[in-house]
């Protein structure tokens, strides 16, 4: 699961990197990075250890910088610092589909929310979409976007990825042969 962990790591900096620094080169190589690790057959780390990683397509010399500082602290000093300013639900929040990295962190500011829950108490109160988007100066189409979004989250709780299961039974079939 080292492989999920650390593909999950990369994909919050590149996350928070669009809303930081806006460049747009280092946050395609992270997310090409995240996918190629999630995807990876096989350890990471024994892919890291071999030197197979530093060769692999899709990850290049940044990404690569901060795997192996991952491997050989146990950290990534970005990471840490990023879990120190933003909450964990934010960063859940920023990755849910269809909402903008800049739209979450607006509704951070704006909305003064911190956490998933806070987001869903804030649709559970029942405003009406447009009073709330005139409120706070939000377009309402996002908003509704944003409630759908939420609810699509919370149907998948205790759901596996397509992709995750595919590996399983995979591995599952060749062991059976």
Not at 21 to 45: C, H, M, P, W, Y
Not at 75 to 96: G, H, M
Not at 140 to 155: A, D, G, I, K, T
Request: overall charge positive; hydrophobic content about 40%.
């Amino acid at each position: 699961m080292i492989n999920l962990k650390l593909s999950s790591i990369l994909t919050t900096i590149a996350e928070v990197s669009k809303f930081q620094t806006g460049e747009q080169k280092i946050v395609i190589n992270l997310s090409r990075a995240a996918r190629t690790i999630r995807d990876f057959k096989g350890s990471i780390a024994e892919a890291f250890k071999s030197g197979i990683l530093e060769k692999t397509p899709g990850i290049d010399s940044f990404s690569y910088g901060i795997i192996k500082e991952y491997f050989e602290t146990g950290s990534i000093k970005l990471f840490e610092k990023i879990k120190e300013k933003y909450p964990e639900d934010l960063i859940k929040i920023v990755r849910l589909s269809g909402i903008g990295t800049k739209r979450v962190f607006n509704i951070y500011e704006k909305f003064n929310i911190k956490t998933l829950e806070d987001l869903k108490d804030l649709f559970a109160l029942n405003y009406e979409t447009k009073n709330l988007a005139e409120s706070f100066g939000i377009d309402c189409l996002f908003l509704e976007r944003v409630r759908h979004s939420v609810n699509y989250f919370e149907s998948l709780i205790w759901k596996y990825p397509r992709w995750l299961v595919l590996g399983f039974a995979e591995e599952i079939i060749e062991n059976l042969q």
